[in-house]
Structure formats: C-alpha cells, structure tokens
C-alpha cells in the first residue's frame, strides 16, 4: 500500500480504467484500487475522480466504496455486535464487511447485539483494519490545550459512581460531574461539551452547558422560543422546585432564574407578583 492513500480513510481518487466488474481507481505508485460496480453511478468514467473510503474486502484485497462508515480508522465509536466466531466478534460499522474485534481487545466477552465503545486502527502485525475496547490505550496522555469555557466535541464513553467519562475530541479523556447533568444521557452519544477546567496533572472536567454570562444568554434563547410555543405563558416561576426545573429544561434553578432576571430587564417578559408564572412582555413580541 503506497503512502499516498489512506487505508480506513477517505479519498479522492481517478478513474484509470473500466472493467465488467467495476472500476479501478489510481491509487498511485502504480497500484490499482478496485471500486466494485455497485458503487459506480451511472456517467462515471475514466479521467473522473471520486470520494471513496478504502477498506479491506472480504478477501483482504484492498478495495473503495461509496458507502460511508460509522467510524475511520483513528477514531472511536459505539458499535453494535453484529456476529461472533471462535476468533472475535465482528461489528456493525456500516460497511458490507464487518469490523473485526479481537477476544484480546475486548474487555468482556462481547455478545451479539450488545453496543460497545471501540478504538479502531490497523493492526501492524496483519495490516487489517481493527476495533479495539481498550479505549484508555488509545487515548493521549500528552497535556491537553484547552481554555476554559471552550466548545469540544463529546462521546460518552462510560458511566462511573461520580459522573460519565467521556471522549473529547476523539483524543482526550473527561469526565462530565453527575451533579452538572440535568437530562438522561447514553453511553455511546455525541454531545456539545465545555471545558470547566484542565487539571495539572492533565485531567480534565467537562460541562454540558457553557458557563457563567454564555450559559444564560443560550438558555434566554431558550426559554423565549418555549414562550412563543406556548402561547406566551410559562407556568414556573421564581417557587418552581429545582427538581421541576430540571426535568423541563434540562438546567439549574441558578440558570433558570438568571436567565428570566436576563429577560425581565430587556423587557422580554413580565413576571406575575407572586412570582408563578412568567408570561411574554407585549413590548418584547
């Protein structure tokens, strides 16, 4: 395989020739990649390039396709097990074959239909394309750049007693506090983050809502749109128990109310005396 083209990957390859089977694609250093005929569209001929993904078929021959896969080679992902044999456990990872994941990579046996966190890459012993469970091999230990309050993105990788471990930009480990969740989530989902801070020793706290004045002009934004879909009325308030806060909205009573005072004094919305109930502003429709 020659350097120019990146196995579990995609890339924009040419068309050198025709065959009954299929088209092969430039794949430089005079090698040939076979695009199999069900993926070629109708019109494409030689001299044209394409956006393929190029995997391992069947037969361990390198090929291209036009389907897009769950997951690249680098990356993490939540897979379903789509089969086992003596070997391993073969997952789902939207290809025609599926993505072998060794007994020696697994955690705990895995069971078909069962979801699992993997790391994939390509083993250097076979040159096949592999999962792994053992995430934390993967993961970098270098110390990470991030600023406080910065927007990263999230795959919830485990459920721990003080909170969710997750993956921050496919490089780095955090945990999410279960204090600072305010609606379910699930592990294996991708989410929005926010740094809350880098650790010295490199670990580092993630939220799921930004923080401080950002926090509660997103949820301003928010609380304005539930508004206009209900009529203009909001039926809590100030005495609303925390708990009934979170549950509707998915935040803190903290935010919650800073983000109605936020509302209140740009004449948004006007707040009942007893403090109840919160209703749009006729100046602020």
């Known amino acids: 395989m020659n350097n120019q083209v990146k196995l579990g990957d995609f890339n924009r390859l040419r068309v050198v020739r025709e065959v009954d089977f299929g088209v092969y694609l430039d794949g430089g250093d005079e090698d040939e990649i ?10 494409l001929a030689v001299g044209d390039e394409v956006d393929v993904f ?6 361990e021959r390198i090929v291209a396709t036009t389907e ?9 992902a939540c897979l379903r097990v789509a089969w086992v044999n003596k070997f391993g456990a073969f997952l ?5 074959k599926d993505l072998f994941c060794p007994f020696g990579e697994q955690k705990k046996r895995m069971e078909v239909g069962s979801h699992h966190i993997v790391h994939v890459h390509i083993d250097e012993e076979s040159y096949r394309i592999v999962a792994s469970a053992k995430v934390e091999h993967f993961l970098s230990q270098e110390m990470p750049p991030y600023r406080m309050n910065e927007a990263v993105d999230l795959l919830v990788w485990q459920s721990t007693d003080m909170g969710y471990k997750v993956i921050i930009d496919n490089t780095y480990q955090g945990l999410v506090y279960a204090n600072q969740v305010f609606r379910p989530i699930h592990i294996g989902e991708r989410l929005r ?21 950002r926090q509660t002009i997103d949820f301003a934004d928010t609380l304005t749109d539930y508004l206009l879909a209900h009529d203009g009325i909001c039926p809590y308030g100030d005495k609303t128990p925390p708990e009934i806060i979170k549950e509707v909205f998915g935040v803190s ?4 109310k800073k983000a109605v005072g936020d509302l209140y004094r740009r004449h948004v ?11 749009l502003s006729s100046s602020g429709t």
């Open 193 to 213: 983050g926010y740094i809350s801070r880098v650790r010295p020793d490199g670990k580092i706290d993630v939220m799921l809502q930004p923080a401080g004045r």
């Open 253 to 256: 009573k903290k935010t919650f």
């Open 34 to 43: 076979l695009m199999p005929s069900r993926y070629v569209r109708q019109g």
């Open 92 to 96: 789902d990872w939207g290809l025609m």
């Open 68 to 76: 897009r896969p769950f997951v690249r080679v680098g990356e993490f």
């Open 54 to 59: 190029v995997y391992l078929d069947q037969e």
């Open 269 to 279: 919305i006007v707040i009942d005396p007893d403090g109840t109930h919160i209703k």
